[in-house]
């Protein structure tokens, strides 16, 4: 049973700031890698960020200098902290998680983040 659920997500105007949550329910979560995607109306959804279990990040070239991706083990919790942003940020943004070793991919309800010009 893994349950994902993102928080954070809201209306901010371009060049403000978010940090979205995900909060994971399952055991050992510090094994899983992480990732963070979003998806805009019409548009095919995409890889926004991604952590693994060393904590070594990747970003889409779109978001590098201005979000950071992290997780806190403790916690069992994801985050992205969202600077700087664009109008074009606006989408549904979903976490994921998924392990080296299998196929399985599994995701968060999704987040609505909106930034007006």
């Known amino acids: 049973q893994v349950q994902l659920v993102e928080s954070g997500g809201g209306l901010v105007q371009a060049g403000g700031s978010l940090r979205l949550s995900c909060a994971a329910s399952i055991s050992q979560f510090s094994i899983y890698s992480m990732g963070w995607y979003r998806q805009a109306p019409g548009k095919q959804r995409e890889l926004v960020a991604e952590?693994?279990?060393?904590?070594?990040?990747n970003y889409a070239d779109s978001v590098k200098g201005r979000f950071t991706i992290s997780r806190d083990n403790a916690k069992s919790t994801m985050y992205l902290r969202m600077n700087s942003l664009k109008p074009e940020d606006t989408a549904v943004y979903y976490c994921?998680?998924?392990?080296?070793?299998?196929?399985?991919?599994?995701w968060g309800q999704g987040t609505q983040v909106t930034v007006s010009s």
């Open positions: 994921k998680l998924w392990a080296t070793w299998g196929s399985a991919d599994y």
């Open positions: 952590i693994n279990a060393f904590g070594r990040t």
